[in-house]
């Protein structure tokens, strides 16, 4: 289920389209709870803007049936329009949002959404209108009946405002997701890793934040930071390649165990083993097995496609001769496994595994990585300390950030917070300061 930034560009499958899945499969057999929704308050901490000049438009959606909202005591809510902080000052009260995205611009209104397009409003397209208007978002999957409701901050697409997520339960904070640090230095740090590079770095004079460049000194205004995994397909990738790392795993003659649990439907389990083939392919070859029956399978992903793919965490697939994506189907959980190999620095990791007693990232099997969770120190670097062999964007991000670095971050970070409606009755979104 992916969805599309604008028609001129591919369609980016991001984790939340991953979980709405599961979320929409499991509520069919899920009792209705019939609590009374979600208390938002829109709160701001940026003294450069006024309540008047940030505006919330509730995105992602094509469907109205998804969405169900109305200012506490007041009006119905409509997606794809900008409301103010002054206008959703009462609070709002949300009792639907399956897959959508709380859109955040600061200074004007969105020109790229309207309550006929609710898409989400552009970033990477310097032709179309919002390029230059900062704005961020939280995405959210909320049902006022569905014990799966969550919601999360992410830079896997790109970056732009500092937005800090608190939720609460009877007036008592229950979880926290937060920018650390100020904007600047993310779009610094991040920055450097594209040489600030025009198809990374969005700058704009008025709009912009200053920021030092790649030399001490140096301003750029930074309107955003665009994720390696949506640069555009058009341009070469000025972020680091992970090519180094692949040709790497292919010379030393590495291979890597992909083994697993599917808890989808049907519930499967998968083992593999992933290599990189001569010709700089990854090649995984072994065998799923549903309901005690096992099956043989090959999923090949070509050399082409392996690179950029890692970024995307989405690459076309060739799986038992046809060509696929197989996001949420067993493939994917074991695609995702090994992409995610590569983004942490697990696959070939000479570092020792706390969950496997004796064994090294690199010999452990890949469900080893991250069960039971492991603290983010043996990710990154820590996984391959003589080596910048894994997602060096989503590494820079880890002190700065809760967001999503990458789509799979969640495997061993925690960048998750519940809506659970039993459990949590209103949550604060608030604006920080730049």
């Not at 670095?405 to 608030?430: C, H, M, R, W």
Request: charged share 15%; glycine share 8%.
């Amino acid at each position: 289920m992916p969805y599309c930034q604008s028609k001129r560009h591919g369609c980016i499958r991001f984790p939340w389209k991953r979980r709405l899945l599961t979320f929409v499969a499991l509520s069919f057999f899920l009792p209705r709870i019939g609590f009374g929704g979600l208390l938002v308050n829109f709160i701001n901490e940026n003294p450069n803007y006024v309540p008047a000049n940030i505006y919330v438009a509730f995105g992602g959606l094509a469907n109205d049936a998804l969405f169900s909202a109305n200012i506490k005591g007041g009006a119905n809510l409509k997606l794809g329009t900008s409301y103010s902080l002054v206008d959703l000052k009462p609070g709002t009260l949300l009792t639907k949002f399956i897959g959508g995205r709380l859109c955040i611009s600061l200074g004007k209104p969105f020109r790229s959404m309207s309550p006929t397009n609710a898409n989400n409003p552009n970033f990477n397209n310097p032709s179309l209108p919002d390029f230059n208007l900062r704005w961020d978002k939280a995405e959210m999957t909320y049902d006022v009946n569905n014990p799966f409701s969550t919601m999360n901050l992410s830079a896997t697409d790109f970056f732009s405002v500092r937005l800090r997520v608190q939720t609460y339960h009877a007036g008592k904070l229950v979880s926290t997701l937060t920018w650390q640090k100020p904007i600047a230095k993310a779009f610094h740090d991040t920055g450097v890793l594209s040489g600030f590079s025009r198809d990374a770095v969005c700058t704009d004079n008025q709009t912009g934040v200053p920021t030092e460049g790649l030399t001490p000194g140096s301003i750029v205004n930074v309107v955003r930071v665009i994720a390696p995994s949506t640069i555009r397909a058009d341009v070469v990738n000025p972020y680091p390649s992970f090519q180094p790392y692949i040709d790497h795993v292919q010379g030393g003659g590495i291979k890597t165990k992909i083994e697993g649990k599917f808890l989808g439907d049907p519930p499967s389990t998968y083992q593999f083993t992933a290599v990189v083939d001569s010709a700089g392919a990854l090649v995984m070859t072994g065998t799923v097995t549903t309901n005690s029956t096992p099956q043989s399978h090959v999923i090949i992903i070509s050399s082409s496609n392996l690179d950029r793919g890692i970024y995307t965490a989405d690459p076309e697939c060739n799986i038992d001769g046809v060509n696929k994506h197989p996001l949420n189907t067993v493939f994917g959980a074991a695609v995702r496994d090994a992409l995610s190999g590569f983004s942490y620095g697990f696959i070939g990791s000479k570092e020792q595994n706390p969950n496997a007693p004796g064994l090294t990232f690199g010999d452990s099997a890949s469900y080893q990585w991250y069960t039971p969770p492991l603290p983010i120190t043996y990710a990154f670097a820590g996984a391959q300390p003589n080596h910048p062999f894994y997602n060096q964007y989503a590494a820079v991000l880890v002190p700065l950030t809760d967001a999503y670095g990458f789509p799979y971050s969640d495997l061993v970070q925690k960048p998750l917070a519940d809506l659970n409606p039993k459990e949590i009755d209103s949550i604060d979104i608030t604006v920080l300061a730049d």
